[in-house]
């Protein structure tokens, strides 16, 4: 298939970009390079020293044999994009290319802004460009597990039957965001149901859990080829951040008493998912929503499993509970349906001690990099 991977200079978009050529797809990675611009604003690096877009691609050429396209091109400017469908006429368009980061959005206003206009219009004008010039082509959006937030009742996968005062209907299932960046996911997902219902456009969300690991078998194949791996208090997410807090030998910052409860997947699993959901296309007008995580864990667990792994490789590895600057429940009831990708052929990876060991070795050989500075918390939600 030609496949765009918009964000295919991030975190999940890179070793989906490598996924998807190694499978013999037709790969355009599209990509505005902020994320790097972002570590420069907050004064962060990737753990991994990754090289320069171009680079990377080259060295895959030379690894795989395999070419990836490479557009420099930022998805709120509707003549880029416009000029992406029009040239390269995606079969699918693979969309991670936003904001991701909740502490970022909630930095001061100026960002909670510069957050939806990057999302949100960025979203827009995809949908604006499918309409106009791949109405076939199939929109595979990443959004969050966090754009449900922690109800009482089992989360569904997109949609939920309700029978109200005596009559029934199929709803989307209702949302409770935490952060202006998961608001940013919601509303991405009302406009792409909107346009799948006035335009029939094809779309899949796929509302992911957060995602833990580092490497995938096309990242191993060369270390020019290694993945990024966010560390600070912004970008790093729980596991991730936790794994490299051990290996510098920093106490675990376990935010409040550690009951908050999520679903996680490992990156692995992500360029499966993205796969998959690019295999089975919706149909025309048809918005298909899965939710993509294979385990829930309390930070609290995530981090004694650190703890245990890292006293197994000799590391002195401490939890410190931390003052919260998120406003999350506690001791919440937390159970999220997740058997769409199960049912489309999904084997998921689960978290062992031997994968925690394997990337907190990699983080150990990283250690020089870190900047320590950055671990503890900064941004408040208050
Ligand atoms: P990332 O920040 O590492 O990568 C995002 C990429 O998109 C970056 O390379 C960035 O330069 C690019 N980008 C951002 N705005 C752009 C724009 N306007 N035009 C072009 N490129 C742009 O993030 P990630 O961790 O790879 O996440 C990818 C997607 O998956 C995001 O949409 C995120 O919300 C979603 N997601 C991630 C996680 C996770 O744990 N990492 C969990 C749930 C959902």
Redesign the pocket.
Known sequence: MKIVV?????????PTALYLSQKGHDVTI?????????DVELGSNSMTPILPLEERVAAWKEVSGKDIEVRI?????YDAVASVFQETQPEAFV???????APYSMIDREHAIENHR??V??TLNVLWAIKDFAPDCHLV??????EYGQPNIDIEEGWIEIEHKGRKDRLPFPKAPGSF?HLT?VHDSDNIMFACRIWGIRATD???????GLETDETRLDPRLVN?F?YDAV?G?ALNRFIIQAAIGHDLTVYGNGSQTRGYLDIQD?VRCIELACENPAERGEFKVYN?FTEQFSVKELAEKVQKVGSDLGLDVKIAPTENPRVEKYDHYYNAVHTNLLDLGLEPHLLTDEHIAEVLKAAQENVDRVKRELVMPTVTWK
């Open positions: 918009a964000g295919g200079d991030g975190f999940c978009g890179w599209v990509d505005n390079l902020v994320r790097r611009e972002i091109a930022d998805l709120t400017d969309h991670f290319a936003e904001h991701r980061s990057n999302n219009e960025g959006k990443l959004g969050t597990m966090g960046y996911k796929l509302n992911q859990g957060v995602v833990y990024r966010d970008f997410t992500t993509q």
